[in-house]
């Protein structure tokens, strides 16, 4: 008679973090990982632009060459991959298969093309959209990166633009307020337990 | 330019909160009242059902005569009804429609008959399943409870057991664990939290 009433179908998650560029992807997966309150795997991406001042390879990146993304190309190796600001960027599907294998839910930060990608390939992905509150903060943001140049800023804002509308396309939407990212993490992490206690669960499949 | 960027539309939720007698629903809406973490209005049922020991009509129930139930279901008065053990239960939609219209989120508990007659008529309806770890710890909260006859107690079980095939129509299933109503609770309002996040969040009417 034990378990009889467990239908609980503790499958792992594939998350999908996306919005404009400035929104604070990072700094709130940083915060997500300090927590440490629902462990994840968060994929790597492989990208061949140049690495920043404080970025660490194989952490925040894997950086590669130009050849070295061609190969894995070639190879079939990726999950998907976008040409941002003439850069490569893409994320293994064996990284992503592994980690779903051993049990552990799967973070990935993208752009809103490699989101819109992988929901494509993947429907029991979950994507949300993170956003600022209106487009003034999204550029102090950027600005305060200090690593745009005004061109480079100007770009990014008019993609920006044109990536919001496609913010309806996302399961939830999660504002990044300025001074309140305890409260956006907050958010994240109901929506993962949440989505846990599904009814019907799909199993996500790559 | 100002909330541009805005897209998020708080709407309020109707959350139908169900699962077999003896569960804990009333413990866990205590619970969550008395955090008061996510203000709701909580929908007080009308009852022919006689008044219990600690039960404070108006709170707990509405509890009203069979010529008075009878009056309501004439009128046209209640969201639904079922009958219970050979008493009446019912939810008025003026109660439901008043609390989402000043913007608040409301909260019905609900048998299993009365969540699924709720989600027919008000498919935005979000409905959460609450259940026990196995059969046995129902058994014991049921006993332990000392309202029901061996009798009464027999055919709650064999209700039980039929109610757990409805649970896959849910949208959430939610453990009820002995000695973790406090978990039970961050789960609910987790779902609650993440819900008000939807990206294309259904506006509910009735």
Chains 1, 2 share one sequence.
Do not use: C
């Not at 990072?26 to 968060?42: A, I, K, N, S, W």
């Not at 993208?110 to 992988?118: R, S």
């Not at 305060?144 to 044109?162: C, D, N, P, V, Y």
């Not at 990044?176 to 958010?187: H, I, M, R, S």
């Amino acid at each position: 008679m034990v378990n009889e009433f467990n239908i609980l179908h503790p499958e792992p998650l594939l998350i999908v973090i996306s919005g404009p560029s400035g929104v604070g992807k990072d700094t709130v997966l940083h915060m997500m990982e300090e927590r440490g309150e629902y462990p994840f795997h968060f994929v790597v991406t492989a990208t061949t632009r140049p690495i920043r001042k404080n970025e660490v390879d194989g952490v925040d990146y894997f950086f590669v060459s130009h050849d070295q993304f061609a190969e894995m190309i070639e190879n079939d190796e990726l999950f998907e991959y976008a040409i941002v600001y003439n850069d490569y960027k893409g994320n293994s599907k064996k990284q992503v298969r592994d980690a779903l294998d051993s049990g552990k839910d799967v973070i990935m930060r993208l752009d809103i093309q490699g989101a819109a990608t992988v929901k494509k390939e993947v429907p029991e992905a979950i994507l949300i959209f993170l956003t600022t509150e209106d487009e003034e903060e999204l550029v102090n943001r950027l600005k305060a990166r200090k690593t745009e140049t005004s061109e480079g800023l100007k770009l990014r804002i008019a993609t920006a633009r044109q990536e919001l509308k496609h913010a309806k396309y996302f399961d939830y939407i999660v504002l990044n307020k300025d001074d309140a990212l305890d409260e956006t993490v907050d958010t994240l992490e109901a929506i993962i337990r949440a989505e846990h206690h599904r009814a019907n669960p799909p199993k996500v499949s790559l």
